[in-house]
């Protein structure tokens, strides 16, 4: 019996780590990148209706420059934690809703006019990591098949320091649906 559970119990730990895997559904085919300079979006497509809860960015190849007369402080999602004023609010990777850029993520976003280039802090991320995943689990969004949703650096988006930023992000783009 106690064998029979302990089979049980690893199979069903199996079971989940393969299901949580297969719930990243593509938005995009290859990567897509963006970037401050000229407002620069990178788009992806909803694959179907649904309430999507979080959007997962795979790093491939750029960097946020944060500060060009420091590049020791850019990093793949924003800026380092260790930069002297964006480093408590390092991040600056927002996602819109198509053409009428709705912020859809972050979805609380702090700013004290619609000038601000929209950097935001997020505990449980690093600046550098591997991948990058935006949402709330708790108040999922419902797009539709075919919607457009948009990927920018904040600052692009705000037309805040775009001069300073000639770089571009790629990445490929991850959804998680509930069902």
């Known amino acids: 019996m106690v064998n029979q559970r302990f089979a049980f119990i690893r199979d069903f730990k199996k079971f989940c780590r393969t299901f949580q895997r297969e719930r990243w559904l593509n938005f995009t085919d290859k990567a897509v990148c963006f970037g401050a300079q000229d407002n620069k979006f990178a788009t992806m497509v909803s694959p179907f209706d649904g309430f999507l809860s979080s959007i997962k960015l795979t790093y ?89 949703l948009r990927i920018w650096l904040g600052k692009g988006l705000r037309n805040s320091h775009q001069e300073e930023d000639k770089e571009s992000i790629c990445v490929t783009v991850k959804g998680w649906f509930l069902f």
Not at 88 to 110: H, S
Not at 111 to 126: C, I, V
């Open 60 to 148: 491939v190849s750029g960097q946020v420059i944060c500060d060009v007369s420091a590049p020791q402080y850019n990093s793949r999602w924003g800026c380092s934690r260790k930069h002297p004023t964006l480093g408590k609010t390092p991040f600056n990777i927002v996602i819109t809703t198509g053409r009428n850029n709705g912020i859809l993520y972050p979805k609380k976003l702090i700013t004290k006019d619609k000038n601000e280039p929209l950097w935001y802090q997020k505990l449980d991320a690093n600046p550098n990591a591997p991948e990058f995943i935006l949402g709330e689990p708790s108040d999922p969004s419902y797009v539709t098949s075919g919607q457009e």
